[in-house]
């Protein structure tokens, strides 16, 4: 399995909705506390780009020299419509400081200095510290992960659907019996989850289909999901 701070690097640096929580802007909207942008530096600090006159900045700049504490509060929804569509939810807290000269006119760069971090998704509730933090990688396919499950559930449900031949003989019966919707919810280098959903608003689980081994891009990806396609067929 991805590592938590694999997780949680993947998390930060991928397209999902993140607010910025700072001690005494509890009444900011979340809409004036969510980054334009958001990246990693290489000491593992967090630069996050706002409007210059944004809550968020002006906490940072009048605390000046004073540790001003912040979290960066990450939360991950599935892509295609599921029952539990939430993922998971990432932290990251640290200090605040401006970083002057770095951002485009009406912006201005925040830095968050990471001091921990923790996720809680599909995988558990996992802490991070700094030093992980700073060395992990992102996953791979990142940046294409929402694309290519909608690309799934839109063009390839029948193929989904053979997926229950892998699942074992009593979950094979299941399927047989039940024919639940089979939903794909996420997609890493190492894997593929799907969720099973009965009709009707039956019960629901997942079941995670892993690659023979880590892919690296969006062809070798093609390649394993082809191949995880014929097993089932078979």
Do not use: K, N
């Amino acid at each position: 399995m991805p590592s938590a701070a694999e997780r949680t690097r993947t998390l930060v640096q991928s397209t999902c909705s993140a607010v910025l929580l700072i001690p005494g802007l509890e009444s900011a909207g979340s809409d004036q506390l969510t980054p334009l942008s958001r990246s990693v530096g290489p000491d593992g600090d967090l630069f996050l780009e706002f409007p210059a006159a944004s809550p968020a900045v002006r906490a940072a700049t009048h605390a000046q020299d004073d540790d001003l504490s912040a979290v960066l509060e990450i939360t991950d929804v599935a892509p295609v419509a599921v029952p539990h569509r939430i993922r998971g939810r990432a932290r990251v807290s640290g200090w605040l400081t401006c970083v002057p000269g770095m951002a485009g006119p009406g912006r201005t760069l925040l830095r968050l200095e990471t001091g921990e971090a923790y996720v809680d998704d599909l995988w558990g509730v996992e802490g991070v510290d700094a030093e992980d933090f700073r060395d992990a990688l992102p996953d791979p396919l990142v940046d294409h992960e929402a694309e290519l499950l909608q690309h799934l559930h839109a063009a390839h449900g029948e193929q989904l659907d053979t997926l229950c031949g892998l699942l074992g003989e009593r979950a094979a019966r299941v399927c047989a019996a039940q024919r639940p919707a089979v939903v794909p919810v996420a997609l890493d280098r190492l894997g593929l989850r799907v969720r099973f959903c009965e009709p009707e608003g039956g019960s629901c689980f997942d079941a995670r289909f892993e690659f023979p081994e880590p892919v690296r891009d969006v062809v070798e990806l093609s390649y394993a999901m082809h191949r995880l396609f014929e097993a089932a067929a078979h």
